[in-house]
């Protein structure tokens, strides 16, 4: 492969010397103060939800498990799932992928664990263990998505596959009795 060394423009030279780095339009400060009073408001309004899902199971004659594992999930990442279909309508697999399975992985390895130890620092004890109907709809979809990516392809035959089990898992939830309730 040749280098060009003249691909870059000269200093002085006439042409655009504007700098390509856009001034931040809040500072440092006014973004670390917005960032907390967003955490703040979310974190208050979240209270609130999780404490309308028992009314709201009562009501709809809905299981609160459905309600949290289906229901909750769907509506709060959809900001994500409408990414992952955007990059996915564009060709753009990879990425749509790293969209969705990063959420996942993210949720597994960083959020449970640190519920777990917030819950212990606060003294609301939160532990991981699953019982068997969780654990084996949690293995069962690992394993799933794990044979629909292993050949790194797509098409619309394993996307309806996915989107079937995805039915399957949200009405074995609806349908299943926990035992502790």
């Given at each position: 492969m040749k280098e060009d060394g003249n691909w870059h423009p000269e200093e002085g030279q006439s042409g655009n010397n504007s700098?390509?780095?856009?001034s931040p339009d809040i500072s440092?400060?006014?973004?670390i103060i917005w960032l907390s009073v967003m955490t703040a408001w979310i974190s208050i309004l979240s209270e609130y939800l999780v404490g309308a899902i028992e009314g709201a199971s009562t009501a709809w004659e809905i299981p609160v498990a459905f309600i949290s594992v289906i229901?909750?999930?769907l509506v709060g990442n959809a900001a994500e799932h409408a990414s992952a279909i955007m990059f996915a309508m564009k060709d753009k697999l990879d990425i749509s992928l790293g969209v969705a399975i990063g959420s996942s992985t993210q949720i597994s390895m960083f959020v449970i664990?640190?519920?777990v130890v917030i819950g212990w620092i606060t003294g609301?004890?939160?532990?991981?263990?699953f019982q068997l109907f969780e654990t084996a709809a949690l293995f069962l979809?690992?394993?799933?998505?794990?044979f629909m990516l292993q050949e790194g392809t797509a098409n619309y035959f394993?996307?309806?596959m996915l989107i079937l089990c995805y039915l399957i898992v949200a009405a074995s939830f609806y349908v299943h009795i926990d035992s502790s309730e």
């Open positions: 700098n390509d780095d856009e440092k400060w006014e973004s229901l909750l999930p664990p640190f519920c609301h004890p939160m532990d991981l263990n979809t690992v394993v799933v998505v794990a394993k996307g309806l």
